[in-house]
């Protein structure tokens, strides 16, 4: 069993996104008034925080939603889970769609610390169940 330690959205792509005391979600759409939401496979990112951890112990100082990650989950090493992996918080049903992803323009944190976890670490999930969740929720995983 995992713990959501973080939301976070944001209405543009390719910026910081910005913490949230709740994100909303809708099924086969992603989380409301979030820039990546709609009709695909990466409706919602995720990353570990563990990961973020040992990043910032690197001197890297990031904050939550940084890298661009919508939910910080601590528990799980997520990109060494199986695409179809299912999460379940609540209500809330997820499907892991893709690990990683190849980063076209380096951002700044890569500028500042040679190095950005987000394209090694990160899963993207579409939303099967919607719903609203929140830190402190807990997350599993269901199959």
Known sequence: MGTV????????????????????LRSDWGIEDDAHAGAWHRQVSLLSYEK?????????????GAFGENIIVEGF???????????????????????GKECHAHCAIYHKMGDCIM????????VIEGGRIAPGDSIDIVG
Do not use: M, W, Y
């Open 5 to 24: 330690k973080a939301v976070c959205t944001s209405e543009i792509k390719g910026i910081q996104k910005e913490e949230v005391p709740a994100i909303e």
């Open 77 to 99: 090493d997520l990109k060494s889970l199986p695409l179809g992996t299912r999460f379940k918080s609540g209500d809330i049903v997820l499907e892991l769609t893709q690990i």
């Open 119 to 126: 394209p090694r670490e990160g899963v993207f999930c579409k």
């Open 52 to 64: 973020i951890q040992e990043f910032n112990d690197r001197g890297a100082n990031v904050a939550n």
